[in-house]
């Protein structure tokens, strides 16, 4: 099925370990985002790529690593993970959203990454 | 103060109610997205507005950019409508890439 496929569901990672959240899009969409989601907090744009080659951060970028090396691909590095990385991860993809990158008429997120830091 | 609010925070309604839920916002924007998280925490995108009134099926956005504020109704609400819904702007800030997200109205249809 068409849409974003995001890996993996759940993880535990020791403090120090790194990680990579992969995601992949077949909607040859230009716009691809990671968001972390906290308790009692709106999502928060971690990195963004307005396409291959072109990424840039968020509000939230430390502590975080992208790429964009293909149009369906956006993965997430996370270098050394620390517990205040614990968070559920969504990646999402788009056509450009007004010109200026964000989030297009037509938004696709994937499932989710819950990620526990201990 | 949040530039997004959302309300109600929890609202809990019977089938086949008329569900209204409200996102006011403080600054200018270009656009507002309705988001529908469900339980199982996937995300779908219902609406993108930056003028006026969408409908989807059971689904109504309105947005009033004079009065910085956004409503989504239900109509003949259902159980499977039992969601999170998210209301997030696109601030019209010359080369704001993001979105600012509210946290939020946590719907439950009872049967």
């Known amino acids: 099925n068409a849409g974003v496929t995001q890996t993996p569901k759940f993880q535990v990672l020791k403090t120090g370990q790194s990680m990579t959240l992969q995601c992949a899009q077949d909607?040859?969409?230009?716009?691809m985002s990671w968001y972390r989601q906290d308790p009692g907090m709106g999502l928060r744009l971690i990195h963004y790529?307005?396409?291959?080659?072109?990424?840039d951060q968020g509000e939230v970028p430390n502590g975080y690593n992208v790429s964009r090396s293909t149009t369906e691909d956006f993965p997430l590095r996370l270098l050394s993970a620390a517990p205040s990385q614990t968070s559920v991860y969504f990646c999402?993809?788009?056509?450009f959203g007004g010109g200026t990158g964000t989030l297009g008429a037509e938004a696709f997120f994937g499932q989710g990454t819950r990620l526990t830091v201990v | 103060k949040n530039e997004v609010e959302q309300s109600p925070q929890n609202l809990t309604a019977q089938e086949g109610e008329f569900i209204t839920i409200n996102c006011s916002y403080s600054?200018?924007?270009?656009?507002l997205h309705w988001l529908q998280q469900h339980p199982g925490g996937g995300i779908v995108s219902l609406f993108m507005?930056?003028?006026g009134k969408k409908k989807h099926g059971r689904l109504i956005a309105t947005i009033n950019i004079q009065e910085k504020h956004s409503s989504l109704h239900i109509t003949a609400s259902h159980p499977r409508d039992s969601a999170v819904y998210i209301c997030?702007?696109?601030?019209?800030?010359?080369?704001?890439?993001?979105?600012?997200f509210g946290t939020g109205t946590r719907l439950t249809i009872i049967p």
């Open positions: 600054v200018g924007i270009s656009a």
């Open positions: 999402a993809s788009s056509y």
């Open positions: 909607m040859n969409h230009e716009y």
């Open positions: 790529s307005v396409g291959a080659g072109i990424t």
């Open positions: 507005l930056s003028s």
């Open positions: 997030a702007v696109k601030r019209s800030d010359f080369g704001n890439e993001k979105l600012t």
